[in-house]
């Protein structure tokens, strides 16, 4: 089993490009969630989703949009990017009953 | 998160000291999780704790959950290198649909040889 992947692992943005990014989890695994990692602030949560077709807010959703149109799937899409963006966005899953999340290696992302 | 606050943020050992990284929240605690992560990897899931008084060691590392349930500790014995990294608790608080877990801001270990 690979886990949960996320690609690309690094990229670059000019100010108002767009992007999507994926993450891929092969555990079968009900809930997803993408979280943003920035010094001093810890991880937050952007979206989360429950399970196929559906979609939730977390903390800091302004900005981004997601996607789960497969249970594997579940992407972050940035419609138009600002520098504010520029951060760390991990990936994770977990199964139905159990709390523990399986995190993705992380999406290195930079705004200019 | 300033629900849940962890201390100290920085931590410099020399190896084979013992140290000890806390993780307190405003809200009771319905279950504490313990992360590791190395720099510019993901994070690797170390322990769970659910039960006021709940003590759990995995190698030289214990965490600890308080029997209020609003505090857990992590402690590792004789620190070594392989020891460093970011540690984060994350906690169940139970407040929201979606299950989600609320981070506090890590405690970045260094272990020094």
């Known amino acids: 089993n690979a886990g949960v992947t996320q690609t690309p692992k690094f990229r670059v943005l000019k100010t108002g490009q767009s992007m999507t990014l994926l993450c891929a989890q092969d555990m079968n695994h009900e809930y997803m969630y993408w979280y943003r990692q920035d010094p001093g602030m810890g991880l937050r949560l952007i979206h989360y989703s429950v399970g196929e077709g559906t979609t939730a807010k977390g903390e800091v959703p302004d900005g981004y949009n997601v996607s789960r149109l497969k249970k594997q799937n579940f992407l972050l899409g940035l419609e138009s990017a600002a520098p504010s963006q520029t951060s760390v966005y991990f990936c994770?899953?977990?199964?139905?009953?159990?709390?523990?999340?399986?995190f993705g290696p992380g999406t290195r992302l930079t705004v200019t | 998160s300033q629900e849940l606050e962890q201390s100290p943020q920085s931590l410099i050992v020399q190896e084979g000291k013992n140290l000890t990284i806390n993780c307190t929240s405003s809200k009771t605690l319905y279950g504490l999780y313990w992360y590791k992560q190395k720099y510019g990897e993901g994070l690797i899931f170390l322990m769970m704790l659910q039960k006021g008084g709940e003590e759990k060691s995995h190698e030289k590392i214990t965490a600890k959950l308080d029997e209020k349930k609003q505090q857990s500790s992590l402690h590792i014995t004789a620190s070594q290198p392989s020891h460093a990294g970011i540690y984060l608790c994350?906690?169940?608080?139970?407040?929201?649909?979606?299950?989600?877990?609320?981070f506090g801001e890590g405690t970045q270990l260094t272990v020094n040889p």
């Open positions: 994770a899953s977990r199964r139905h009953k159990s709390y523990e999340q399986y």
């Open positions: 994350g906690a169940d608080l139970r407040e929201t649909s979606g299950s989600r877990l609320t």
